[in-house]
């Protein structure tokens, strides 16, 4: 094979994926030892590596830049930002990403991503051998989802600073999903889980040409509000919660039909007067429960 020309282009990079990229070039990791070789100017390369988000002072140059590489031109874009705006995402001059504007080949996961997956992705889109590597000790990679765990409470939505999780209700099925190309291992959905059902693992975001199978979800079933029928909130999630109740007041356990109907009642329902008295009455009747436990019985 002959060698072939990279050139490597800062959109609005935080820095972090460019030192990665340097790091790449090290010998240890070898981006030159692919035969391929780091130039200077886009018209003496076939190669572009993208990083960074795309700003609005960079979207012109970018698409010049790709306009003057030498065929056949392949181009690898580098980190979360290149790949979807990352935590900049809804910043003033952060436009859409990379691949809105040129082609993508392969997209390489990560915030930043290793010089090993970079050397990786770069041998990849060569068609050429390159070296396993393992994640070094400590490493903070993808979340996994354990969806046996997940009960669809939506709190590492919520907690996301990427929108790297979504929470999707169709019919009385909740989707969880996770999108790694989004993703920026901050482990906060890992810390907010209720239920541990998500933690980050050391495996690397997979890296590949299609953003569209780097997700991962889990499915559960929403329970019908026992008022009006809407589906609202999981079923899973209610057991949980009354579940986690009654392990802290053991005489509530009398009561788990009532708590159960009243955990699964839509936001539009709680705040139903009607309602609002039937959750009052039960609140009294656990109360008195508690007093006529003996002392110590929980
Ligand atoms: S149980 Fe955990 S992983 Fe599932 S939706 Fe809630 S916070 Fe997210
Ligand atoms: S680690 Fe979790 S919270 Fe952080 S960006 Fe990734 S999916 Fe979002």
């Known amino acids: 094979m002959s060698?072939?020309?990279?050139?490597?282009?800062n959109v609005g990079s935080c820095n972090g994926c460019d030192i990665e990229v340097v790091c790449a070039l090290a010998e240890r990791f070898g981006i030159g030892n692919l035969k391929a070789r780091i130039v200077d100017e886009p018209e003496k390369a076939?190669?572009?590596?993208?990083?960074?988000?795309?700003s609005a002072k960079m979207a012109g140059p970018l698409?010049?830049?790709?306009?003057?590489?030498?065929?056949?031109?392949?181009?690898?874009?580098?980190?979360?930002?290149?790949?979807s705006s990352g935590i900049f995402q809804k910043s003033y001059s952060a436009l859409e990403p990379t691949d809105k504007f040129i082609p993508v080949n392969l997209y390489v996961l990560g915030c930043p991503p290793s010089p090993q997956a970079i050397g990786e992705g770069v041998a990849r889109t060569m068609g050429v051998k390159y070296r396993r590597w393992l994640a070094p000790k400590g490493f903070r990679g993808q979340p996994e989802l354990d969806s046996e765990k997940c009960t669809g409470c939506g709190a590492c939505e919520k907690a996301c600073p990427t929108s790297a999780i979504e929470l999707a209700d169709e019919g009385n099925k909740r989707t969880v999903k996770f999108m790694y190309d989004k993703c920026i291992s901050c482990a906060s959905c890992e810390e907010v889980c209720p239920e541990d059902a998500v933690r980050l693992v050391k495996k690397r975001h997979?890296?590949?040409?299609?953003?569209?199978l780097m997700r991962v979800s889990a499915v559960e079933e929403l329970a019908g509000c026992p008022f009006c029928g809407t589906f609202e909130v999981p079923a899973k999630q209610i057991r949980a919660l009354v579940n986690r109740i009654i392990e802290a007041a053991k005489p509530y356990e009398s009561f788990r039909k009532d708590i159960e109907r009243?955990?699964?009642?839509?936001?539009?329902?709680?705040?139903k007067t009607a309602n609002l008295e039937g959750a009052k009455a039960l609140l009294l009747k656990l109360e008195k429960s508690i007093i006529r436990a003996a002392p110590g019985s929980f």
């Open 262 to 271: 009243a955990a699964a009642a839509c936001s539009r329902c709680r705040g």
């Open 46 to 54: 076939n190669m572009l590596l993208v990083v960074g988000v795309v």
């Open 206 to 212: 997979p890296s590949g040409p299609d953003r569209a």
């Open 3 to 9: 060698e072939i020309g990279v050139y490597r282009l």
């Open 63 to 83: 698409k010049e830049v790709y306009n003057k590489l030498r065929e056949p031109k392949t181009v690898i874009a580098v980190g979360t930002c290149a790949l």
